[in-house]
């Protein structure tokens, strides 16, 4: 039986109306200036590091227990991991041996069409704080915030492939919205035949959906899908994920493409931030919009200028739109 | 009474803050929707409890706290919270006599209002969250009601 001790025995809460009717217009205005009109950036960031403590403290259990357990591994542990990565590492290399060559060769061919897609120039690891921070929104804490550059809409990587985008910026760390979010939408090719077109987040960690794919697109399980670069906000030919499934209903208009993504979306512990270089214009601009009449101008011609590309539904209609004025229809 | 709410102050400032941690502690995926909203319940009990102390600006402080750690828009849960800490205000006396299964159950209803306004804010905002399992958090919060009014009023009575 929960017993409350009656201090109050008046009973009466002066203005209790009053207060919360002030306190809800407050919130309500908070609600509209962050939505609205993006002013509360500044007071977000301080916002930010007074929150620093509570999520230091939180992850800094499970983080001391990660450093505990790679304390006391045991010598031959150690060895066993150093053989196997020096293994990854020779493999690595030879694969690496022609990549200069095919590098410079690829951006030899893209001047030819005045098509240089984004080329990611400068990186940045970022360890992932241990938070939970929305049960039904699939998005990580970072460690590195404002202070070392990150900004809203910045690709991130992890060894396998494409992870996410900077949906939000603090101080001392940021927030990052992953590939598998239900609002989240990239621009993806794919590698084998450089059919373009969008793969959106399910909510379900390991699978992104193909949903503007018609029946009779080229596609079979076992593809490889790439970022296109269209957009301007990923940089192009990362790996996003293998098609899993493709389902074909011939009732349907859209066939129903499942795909695992490439990154280790639920186990990376570091992920990497991406710069792109300066002077890369998005690729939209150059590609073949032959009928369009704002062809002339690039300016006019590129509808997802990279600043825009906030994940959600706006970057999902934007990469749409790209994806649209580019991608030959199938 | 001014005294006797200063004294009130440090229990609830650190009860809050111990929850807001809770709220973001890592679960496994199986369980995590099932997590209990601490620091909503942490409120309504100083709400019910002693609401001259803490009161609406405390709702409004953990709204405003879980909503920048949890990354939403600013106001989001602040609103709710301001709210739905008013009306437990506003029944905290009927709430001290009743039943535990009556108090359970006005939590329950406190919950599932603190979390439609929050499924209002998320559709008006343009990121609406459909699963059905969101609202499981209010069942577990009014589940679990009885074990966390006792204990709190444990702490601080002694």
Redesign the interface.
């Known amino acids: 039986?929960?017993?409350?001790?009656?201090?109050?025995p008046s009973?009466r809460?002066t203005g209790?109306?009053l207060?919360?009717v002030l306190?809800?217009l407050?919130?309500?205005?908070?609600?509209v200036?962050?939505?609205r009109y993006d002013h509360?950036g500044q007071?977000?960031r301080f916002?930010?590091i007074?929150?620093y403590p509570?999520?230091v403290?939180?992850a800094s259990p499970?983080a001391g227990w990660d450093w505990f357990r790679e304390s006391v591994t045991t010598r031959d542990a150690l060895r066993a991991d150093k053989a196997q990565l020096e293994a990854e590492l020779r493999l690595a290399n030879f694969r690496l041996q022609r990549y200069e060559a095919l590098e410079a060769e690829s951006q030899r061919l893209r001047a030819l069409r005045d098509n240089t897609a984004g080329i990611a120039n400068r990186f940045v690891i970022g360890n992932i704080m241990?938070?939970?921070?929305?049960?039904?929104?699939e998005?990580v804490?970072v460690d590195k915030g404002a202070r070392d550059g990150v900004y809203v809409g910045q690709a991130v990587l992890d060894a396998g492939g494409i992870f996410g985008q900077v949906?939000?910026v603090g101080e001392l760390t940021s927030?990052v919205i992953l590939v598998s979010d239900?609002?989240h939408a990239i621009p993806v090719q794919v590698n084998r035949n450089g059919l373009r077109t969008i793969a959106v987040g399910t909510?379900d960690m390991a699978k992104l959906k193909l949903p503007y794919l018609s029946t009779s697109a080229d596609v079979v399980a076992g593809d490889l899908l790439v970022t296109s670069g269209l957009g301007g906000g990923f940089p192009a030919g990362y790996p996003v994920g293998t098609v899993a499934v493709v389902r074909r209903d011939p009732a349907q208009s859209l066939a129903d493409v499942d795909v695992r993504p490439a990154a280790a979306l639920?186990r990376a512990r570091e992920v990497m931030f991406v710069w792109i270089s300066e002077g890369a214009k998005p690729a939209v601009a150059a590609a073949p919009a032959a009928g369009s009449p704002a062809a002339g101008s690039p300016a006019a011609g590129s509808p997802a200028a990279p600043k825009s590309a906030s994940p959600?539904?706006a970057a999902a209609a934007a990469a749409k739109r790209g994806a649209g004025a580019g991608a030959p229809r199938p | 009474m001014m005294r006797d709410d200063r004294v009130r102050r440090l229990p609830m400032a650190l009860s809050a803050l111990v929850a807001l941690a809770f709220a973001v502690i890592p679960l496994p995926t199986a369980i995590d929707a099932f997590r209990p909203d601490f620091l909503v319940l942490v409120v309504f009990y100083w709400s019910i409890e002693s609401p001259r102390a803490g009161g609406l600006f405390l709702a409004f402080a953990a709204g405003l706290a879980l909503d920048v750690i949890r990354g939403v828009v600013l106001g989001q849960h602040a609103l709710a919270l301001t709210l739905m800490a008013a009306w437990a205000t506003h029944l905290r006396l009927r709430l001290r006599v009743f039943s535990v299964l009556s108090q359970s159950l006005t939590i329950f209803a406190l919950l599932t209002g603190y979390q439609f306004i929050l499924f209002w804010v998320d559709g008006a905002t343009g990121n609406p969250v459909t699963t059905f399992s969101r609202w499981l958090a209010p069942i577990i919060g009014g589940l679990i009601w009885p074990l966390l009014a006792g204990g709190l009023s444990r702490l601080h009575e002694r």
């Open positions: 039986m929960v017993a409350f001790r009656n201090t109050d009973g809460t209790l109306l207060r919360c306190y809800c407050l919130a309500l205005g908070l609600i200036a962050d939505k509360l007071i977000r916002l930010s007074v929150a509570v999520q403290a939180v499970f241990n938070l939970d921070i929305d049960a039904f929104r998005r804490v949906a939000r927030e239900a609002a909510g639920d959600g539904p």
